[in-house]
C-alpha cells in the first residue's frame, strides 16, 4: 500500500528547472534513500513533498490527501496543505529547533498547537518520545546546552510527536561533527525498524546501504536509476550512477 504518491513533480525558480519531471511512488514502511551531486535537485524534491516549496506542477499525495500543484492560494488549499504536512514529519540539516525553549517544550509545541492537545499529556507524549531518543535525562536543557547531535535527536523527537505518516530527512547529518553522526543515524536506524515510513536525503553512502529498502539516485533534476541497495551499490546500470559512486566511495 503506497504512502506516498508523486506524479509528474517539476519545480523551477525563475528560468531555473531544478525538478524535470519526478514520480515517486513509497509503501507504507519503506525506507527510500535518495542520494546524487550536489544541485541534483534532491532537497528540493523533499522540500516540495509537504508544500516548504510551491511545486510549479504536479500531485502529491500523501496518505489520502491529495494536493495539486499552481492552484489558486485560497482557503481550501490552504487547508489541503495544512493537512498534508500533519501527515509529515520533516527534520532539517540545520536542526531547526527553538532556541529559547527546552527539549522537552519543543517536543511539546507541537501536540499543543497542531493537534489542540492538553499539556500534560503532551508532556508525557514528550517524556516517551524523549527517552526513545536517548534523551530523557536531557529533557529541561536549552538547544544551547546540548550537542549538535543532542539537537538533532531532540528534533526528530518533535517530528514524532505529530505522529506522522512519513518521515522526511534532509541530510540529517551534514551539520554534524563526525563523531556524532552515529548518534543520530541509530535514532533512524531504530525507526526503520519500528516500520515507520521515510525518505532520507544523505552523503551517508554505508548508513544508506544498511538502512535503505530502495535507493533512487537523482542528478540534474531527474530521477536516473532506483532499485534496492544490493542492485544499485553493487551493480549500477547507468553511466551517471557509476559515475557518482566511485567518487563517494
Known amino acids: 500500500m503506497s504512502v506516498i504518491q508523486v506524479n509528474n513533480l517539476k519545480k523551477s525558480f525563475g528560468f531555473t528547472e531544478v ?18 551531486p550536489s544541485g541534483s535537485g534532491k532537497s528540493t ?10 511545486p510549479t506542477e504536479g500531485t502529491i499525495r500523501i496518505g489520502e490527501y491529495e494536493v495539486k500543484a499552481g492552484g489558486k492560494i485560497d ?3 490552504k487547508k489541503e496543505i495544512r493537512e498534508l504536512r500533519k501527515r509529515t514529519g520533516f527534520v532539517f540539516q540545520s536542526f531547526n529547533i527553538f532556541p529559547h525553549k527546552t527539549a522537552i517544550e519543543n517536543v511539546m509545541e507541537g501536540p499543543i498547537v497542531i493537534h489542540g492537545t492538553k499539556p500534560y499529556e503532551a508532556r508525557k507524549l514528550a517524556e516517551s518520545l524523549l527517552d526513545k531518543v536517548g534523551l530523557l535525562d536531557r529533557c529541561d536543557f536549552y538547544p ?17 510527536a505529530l505522529n506522522p505518516m512519513v518521515m ?15 548518534e543520530v543515524l541509530q535514532v533512524i536506524k531504530d525507526l526503520a525498524l519500528e516500520g515507520m515510513t521515510m525518505i532520507i536525503v544523505t552523503h551517508e553512502m554505508n548508513f544508506a546501504k544498511d538502512v535503505a529498502d530502495r535507493v533512487v539516485f537523482m542528478d540534474n533534476g531527474v530521477i536516473v536509476e532506483q532499485g534496492t541497495s544490493e542492485e544499485i551499490f553493487q551493480s549500477p546500470k547507468e553511466e551517471r550512477t557509476k559515475k557518482f559512486l566511485m567518487n563517494v566511495e
Open 168 to 182: 522526511l530527512f534532509d541530510e540529517p547529518t551534514s551539520a554534524l561533527d563526525p563523531e556524532l553522526v552515529r
Open 75 to 77: 482557503r481550501i488549499r
Open 45 to 54: 524534491l523533499l522540500r516540495c513533498l509537504n508544500f516548504l516549496e510551491e
Open 144 to 160: 544551547a546546552q546540548l550537542s549538535g547531535g543532542q539537537q538533532q535527536r531532540v528534533a526528530i523527537a518533535r517530528s514524532l
Open 19 to 36: 525538478l524535470l519531471g519526478i514520480d515517486l511512488t513509497v509503501n507504507k514502511s519503506e525506507v527510500v534513500v535518495i542520494m546524487g
